[in-house]
């Protein structure tokens, strides 16, 4: 395990030839070793010769390899490997193994096959719903993926937190922010509010996106604790929606708190300042800027160079404009 986490797999096949006894874990360890360094040929090898040696895989065994088959669009091989899991009965007997058939072929693009093995599924979890969800959102079937939601919901299936966040991209890719608001509320009845930052500020994103600023302070003052994605959401937010005063509060709030700035919010300040004309302000983030050595990065350079042009001050526009890296 330690030669193969270090990608010295050969070092690792050594000590595995060596070893008098072996078991499906022994076997699991070293297929786990080229799986994760991309070596999937070399796994599906090991597995034939797993085989070979009268060794039968386990769910561990399938897992490892139907995800670096999903991690490469690695189709062909995991068909085969559908072919062997079906043969040998393995989703009948463990019901991740659906699942991460599903991711597979979610991953590799292949929708149909993907809903064939979700169809045929004799035990629909959490899991298996929220992989056929989540593979939906990445090819872009949003009408889908709500209305998986709410055939799961209308089965009876609680959500866990990686559906909710699933459903909230959904929902705000198309604006559905009705469905975000019945979300909302399962989100505090389900206690994840309290304990799931990334939750929070996804939810946050959403209302501030669509300009509902009393539901994104709502869900802000919630919260039991604040990040940088957090604060630098709301701050965006209050930019967006014409509110550059309340953004500028944000900062000087952000940095009570102890919150240090990220890229993002270094530009969205710049921008708040820009917009009502806050050159005094804009001043101070310049040199903080300076400070932190972050002049070079053109992203903020553009963020000084629209805040001075916009301030009036095209002399120092052209001033910051010009030190900017070619």
């Excluded at 039968?56 to 062997?84: E, W, Y």
């Excluded at 929220?130 to 799961?152: N, P, S, V």
Aim: some cysteine; glycine content about 8%.
């Amino acid at each position: 395990d330690m030669y193969a986490k270090c990608g010295l797999l050969g070092k690792a096949g050594n000590v595995f030839n060596q070893l008098p006894l072996r078991n499906t874990s022994t076997w699991n360890v070293l297929i786990s070793g080229y799986v994760k360094h991309g070596y999937i040929e070399e796994a599906l090898d090991l597995l034939d010769q797993m085989h070979s040696e009268g060794f039968s895989p386990n769910d561990i065994t399938f897992l490892f390899l139907l995800k670096v088959c999903g991690t490469r669009a690695a189709i062909d091989k995991g068909q085969d490997l559908h072919a062997m899991i079906v043969r040998e009965g393995w989703i009948e007997k463990h019901n991740n193994i659906g699942s991460a058939l599903i991711h597979m072929y979610m991953k590799c693009g292949s929708l149909l096959e993907a809903q064939k093995v979700f169809d045929k599924l004799q035990v629909r979890d959490v899991v298996s719903w929220t992989a056929f969800i989540a593979g939906c959102l990445q090819h872009e079937y949003i009408k889908e993926a709500l209305d998986c939601f709410k055939q799961m919901q209308l089965m009876g299936i609680p959500p866990d937190a990686v559906t909710l966040a699933c459903e909230l991209k959904a929902c705000n890719s198309i604006g559905a922010i009705e469905m975000g608001i019945i979300i909302h509320a399962q989100i505090t009845a389900m206690g994840f509010l309290k304990e799931n930052l990334y939750l929070g500020n996804m939810l946050l994103h959403m209302y501030a996106k669509h300009g509902m600023l009393t539901k994104a302070e709502e869900v802000f003052n919630a919260l039991p604790n604040h990040d940088v994605v957090t604060w630098t959401t709301l701050i965006e937010g209050y930019v967006q929606n014409k509110c550059s005063e309340d953004a500028l509060n944000c900062i000087n709030k952000m940095q009570n708190e102890g919150v240090s700035p990220n890229h993002l919010t270094v530009v969205w300040s710049l921008k708040a300042c820009g917009d009502i004309g806050d050159i005094n302000k804009g001043h101070i983030v310049h040199g903080e800027l300076s400070r932190m050595d972050l002049l070079n990065d053109a992203f903020i350079g553009s963020a000084l160079v629209d805040m001075y042009a916009k301030c009036g001050l095209l002399i120092k526009a052209l001033e910051v404009f010009e030190s900017l890296p070619a």
